[in-house]
């Protein structure tokens, strides 16, 4: 799946309208980045993929309380400095 040009936070409000594809396309977008971001906390290359799975399971369940027009990029790493904490 190519990556979109929409913006990350048009893509989180139609995921939380229900799109599924938008959903994934975060996903895509993010798990790298996670991964990283875990990383740079000194967490070891296997714990900082579950860390990474953890903050986008915590993104879907948490997705209708995303509020609209918010930045998407803080909020999500404010779920992911949470659990590095």
């Known amino acids: 799946m190519g990556l979109s040009p929409m913006s990350d936070e ?7 309208a229900g799109d599924v594809v938008s959903g994934e396309e975060l996903i895509s977008r993010y798990v ?3 991964c ?3 990383r740079r906390g000194g967490r ?3 714990r900082s993929e579950d860390l990474a799975q953890d903050t986008l ?5 948490s997705r ?5 027009g918010a930045p998407f990029r ?5 779920i ?3 659990l590095l904490c």
């Open 64 to 68: 209708e309380e995303y509020r609209q």
């Open 74 to 78: 803080p909020w999500l790493y404010t």
């Open 57 to 61: 399971m915590r993104m879907v369940k």
């Open 44 to 46: 070891d290359l296997g």
């Open 32 to 34: 790298g980045k996670l």
């Open 80 to 82: 992911a400095h949470n």
């Open 36 to 38: 990283g971001f875990f």
């Open 10 to 16: 048009t893509l989180m409000e139609a995921f939380a």
